[in-house]
């Protein structure tokens, strides 16, 4: 295992390499090992491993020129081309607009062993064995059949800039996703586990298929459900993934291309009093937990929205000049659409506020109401309105009184902003969410909004 | 490129000597650049090369896989000793059967006259440039231009050697509009596959023109019409839509690896797992839908699959009956067909799984006149915005863009506001009654599948497609 040191060394040399060609540049290099243990059918498909060691350069040069590249590495001759590689690309490339430096404040950030998994290898060994004890469980809880991955990863990086910013950094990482089937196709359930040290969380991951199991159980009989408009509860995996893009997208980037519903809405209210999300990425646990950013810019908390009001978006040095406000400490290397990345400003963890319900009371209702266990498939009809649909899989239920009906076969046909706003309550139970449909980390608890439009298949 | 070979083959020997019953390499370099602008005004650029080596290894009847992204010869010593003893440790219940052996040696390429390789940076911006003014005017539009060279060379202990290259300009745009019919957005992947003639060939710049003067129409003058939702209407869908339709709904269903269940947690099963396949009708006497990888300069395209297999056309459905689903090496051992020739990696780093390529509505014998002929009202949808579709391929959901009025059996100039098309895949494709004869696959899009995720470049297309009696989700 390459050590701090030597990624160090390699950071080091991008930057001396990179020297006065150059009126800016940042390297950041990085290895990590993941491992995932792939199921389905009650029955571990394949084991992978994955290795990385690579370089991310970013430089901007005289005029307004930016360009970024990345590429893996073994030696400092490869470091080496891979500056001159970034430099040639930048050299004949127009200005950018949007470019307004980065960093300028030489800090110094040591590695943070909180949330760092020491018994990660060990975990490895025995993770073959928890995936069958997690397969088991959903099987004692009432599936008949289960699929799902368990994922965890160990991460090193060490950032230089021409600045003299100097970042170490350590992280470990798991994600678990259960699904639980009846031999029927939809009758199913899920059940998730997400965090930072998987040596410690065996207990939760094997949580996750009881719970898998358990809603595949409730989920027979499933019904076609009616269309129309309802009160909606969703488990914190739907919230995560409905609700937590209102949050995720205060990005002054996804303003500018079209792709956020926030643009003009600083100061407005756009949710109850009650509801505060931020982005976090000093929140312990969190799986984008990190102390400084890829401009070497300490992390910070941001509110984004406090008491249901929208307060402000995250940004980078750049787009902070842009808004006439400080950079958030929110900049890395990110894809805007295809696989190029740029430095922008982008989410770390949204954290919610934890509601004062309990899951139990939440449920207490007196209008017909559809519960949502799991969905995908979010797609947009325009992103700026926040029109959207999105469709339920795995357990859900109409909750009529103390009667509870599992049902199927139903689309949320809605509108992301005016759901935020109709938050009617939130439970107790805030967990972190990571998965295939929620790609930024979101702590958020069950949440219940009123009158929401289901629509379903017309033939 | 040799090193990388050599050192894939040893990855491949050695795993044979650590007692695996079967081993393969995959040895890719891939070369991404991106150049991204915002209303005409660059954001930012960036070169990204790879090179790394994904390797299988099947131990006991459980597979193990593992990627390096660098040729170092200790690391990959040590990666395949990890794929081996994970593989070995993990004793599946059933073990995984790879089917009889394939030892196929090959060089396939894609049709590249003027390689992206020799594309510089300026000539990108000329482009972005006539591109960029034909967008002028929206208070929105964003524009990505990717050239990407992938080669590849895979090596199996049966004896299979095949390298193949490809070269695409990824090409994305995303409009964003107001007018008086209210606001739109309008998402658009243009990739062409090929080298810089194809800019040429396939006329981007012009259809670039064509679609944002149609969009800028869609804001002025859309309209929409309550009665057709107030009764059944009939509906003819353009080759985008039956691209997508012909994506969604059936090939996805089709892919052997859901159908058995292997992406349940992710992807998702499939409708056709409780299908008699060869006999199931799934869709009327007209449907016929195709699935081919050879067809030059398409985003799909490949003569040779990522575990070595012949590539060859598909018909998934058959004049309306389920006839064939897409299979790898191991589905098609599960299936006792053999593989057809589906399997796909987004890169060295992923495993080779089932994938489409290039997906679409078989021609018909109708002309574009003669479809609209007896529709009394209904909806020609040309293009869509929003979609979507449940996990099994079952309810899906598309929503139009540009989509005009028929009436009294003549497509009119009046442009509908957002039709839905919200329907179950045996409901809509039961409800086809006539296909038309012209043959369009440029549909590009990036299908995403597996996880960690592998987005591929895939087609989709065909030709118009009527469908009777469709009661629509909504308008407006």
């Known amino acids: ?459 | 490129m040799e090193h990388g070979k050599e050192l894939a083959e040893s990855c491949m020997q050695y795993a044979l000597e650590l007692g695996a019953d079967y081993a393969d390499a995959r040895f890719v370099t891939t070369t991404i650049e991106g150049h991204v602008y915002r209303n005409g005004a660059p954001v930012s650029g960036g070169r990204t090369p790879s090179a790394g080596i994904g390797m299988r290894v099947l131990v006991e009847g459980s597979m193990g896989f593992a990627s390096i992204d660098r040729l170092d010869r200790g690391l990959a010593r040590s990666a395949v000793e990890t794929a081996v003893k994970m593989a070995r440790t993990t004793r599946r219940r059933e073990p995984v059967d790879m089917g009889g052996p394939v030892s196929n040696r090959a060089s396939w390429s894609m049709d590249v006259r003027d390689s992206l390789r020799g594309v510089d940076i300026d000539t990108i911006a000329g482009l972005a440039g006539e591109m960029n003014r034909q967008m002028e005017g929206l208070p929105s539009y964003t524009l990505i231009l990717s050239p990407v060279v992938c080669d590849k060379y895979l090596v199996t202990s049966e004896g299979t050697e095949v390298t193949g290259h490809t070269e695409q300009l990824q090409t994305y745009v995303l409009l964003t509009g107001h007018g008086k019919a209210g606001s739109e957005q309008r998402f658009m992947d243009l990739t062409t596959a090929g080298g810089w003639e194809r800019v040429k060939d396939t006329g981007l710049v012009e259809r670039v023109a064509d679609e944002v003067q149609r969009f800028k129409r869609v804001l002025e003058v859309a309209v929409a019409p309550k009665e057709l939702v107030q009764q059944p209407v009939d509906m003819v869908v353009g080759p985008e839509v039956a691209g997508i339709i012909a994506h969604e709904n059936v090939g996805h269903p089709s892919e052997g690896d859901r159908i058995m269940g292997r992406e349940g947690a992710q992807a998702g099963e499939s409708f056709w797992r409780d299908l008699k396949i060869g006999e199931a009708r799934v869709g009327s006497q007209q449907v016929t839908v195709c699935e081919d990888p050879t067809i030059p300069n398409t985003g799909g395209f490949y003569l040779y699959d990522d575990e070595g297999v012949r590539a060859r056309r598909r018909f998934l459905i058959k004049e309306g009956v389920a006839n064939e689903p897409l299979l790898n090496r191991e589905f098609g051992a599960r299936f006792g067909t053999g593989s057809n020739g589906a399997a796909r990696a987004a890169g060295f780093d992923r495993e080779p799984i089932i994938r489409m390529s290039n997906t679409f509505f078989a021609a018909g014998d109708h002309t574009f006149e003669e479809l609209f002929e007896g529709i009394s009202l209904g909806v020609y949808m040309r293009s869509f915005s929003e979609w979507n579709i449940d996990d099994r391929r079952y309810q899906s959901k598309y929503t139009g863009c540009e989509a005009y009025l028929i009436r009294d059996g003549a497509l009119t100039d009046t442009l509908v506001k957002r039709p839905i098309l919200e329907s179950t895949s045996v409901g809509l494709l039961s409800a086809v009654d006539a296909v038309s004869k012209d043959e369009v696959l440029d549909f590009a899009a990036t299908c995403g599948k597996g996880d960690p995720m592998q987005p591929v470049p895939v087609y989709a297309g065909g030709g118009h497609v009527r469908i009777r009696g469709i009661r629509l989700g909504g308008v407006g």
């Open chain 1, 1 to 459: 295992m390459t050590g701090l040191d030597t990624l160090m060394r390699y950071a080091d040399r991008a930057v001396e390499h990179a020297g006065d060609r150059v009126n800016c540049v940042i390297a950041r290099c990085t290895q990590g090992t993941e491992w995932q243990i792939r199921f389905s059918q009650n029955n571990v498909d394949i084991s992978k491993v994955w290795e990385r060691l690579g370089i991310e350069v970013f430089v901007a040069l005289e005029g307004g020129r930016t360009g970024f590249g990345e590429r893996s590495v073994t030696s400092e001759e490869d470091v080496v081309a891979a500056v001159d590689s970034v430099v040639a690309f930048t050299e004949r490339m127009p200005q950018s607009v949007f470019y307004a430096g980065v960093e300028q404040r030489a800090t110094r950030y040591e590695a943070s062993t909180e949330d760092y998994d020491n018994r990660i290898e060990e975990f490895g060994e025995r993770a073959p064995e928890l995936v069958n004890a997690c397969i088991d469980a959903a099987i004692e809880s009432g599936a008949t059949r289960v699929a799902g991955a368990l994922k965890f990863s160990r991460r090193l990086s060490c950032l230089r800039t021409g600045h003299g910013v100097e970042g170490r950094a350590m992280s470990t990482a798991y994600d678990l996703n259960v699904r639980a089937f009846q031999e029927q196709l939809d009758w199913s359930g899920q059940g998730l586990a997400c965090g930072t040290v998987p040596s410690a969380a065996e207990e939760e991951m094997l949580a996750a298929g009881h719970r898998a199991g358990e809603l595949a159980k409730k989920a027979v009989g499933a019904v076609q459900g009616k269309p129309g408009v309802y009160d909606l509860i969703m488990s914190p995996t739907v919230a995560a993934n409905v609700l937590g893009y209102i949050p995720a997208s205060a990005n002054p980037i996804m303003v500018l291309i079209g792709v956020s519903p926030l643009g003009d809405k600083i100061g407005e209210q756009i949710a109850p009093e009650w509801v505060s999300a931020a982005d976090d990425p000093t929140v312990p646990g969190g799986l984008m937990r990190r102390t400084f950013d890829f401009e070497g810019t300490p992390a910070q908390r941001v509110d984004i929205v406090k008491d249901g009001v929208l307060k402000q978006f995250i940004h980078n040095t750049s787009t902070a000049a842009m808004y006439e406000v400080e950079s958030t400490g929110s900049s890395e290397p990110t894809a805007l659409g295809g696989q190029i990345k740029m430095l922008l400003p982008a989410p770390s963890n949204i954290v919610f506020n934890n509601g004062d319900t309990s899951v139990e009371e939440l449920f207490y209702v007196d209008r017909p109401t559809i519960y949502v266990t799991s969905n995908w498939y979010t797609r947009w009809q325009d992103y700026r309105e926040g029109t959207f649909s999105t469709i339920p899989r795995d357990a859900m239920f109409l909750i009529e009184g103390d009667r509870w009906t599992p049902i199927k076969n139903l689309r949320i046909s809605d509108n992301s902003l005016r759901m935020f706003r109709n938050i009617d309550a939130m439970a107790d139970d805030r967990t972190q969410v990571y998965w295939w449909e929620v790609d930024v980390p979101t702590f958020i608890s069950t949440v219940r909004v009123t009158d929401c439009r289901f629509t379903a298949a017309t033939q």
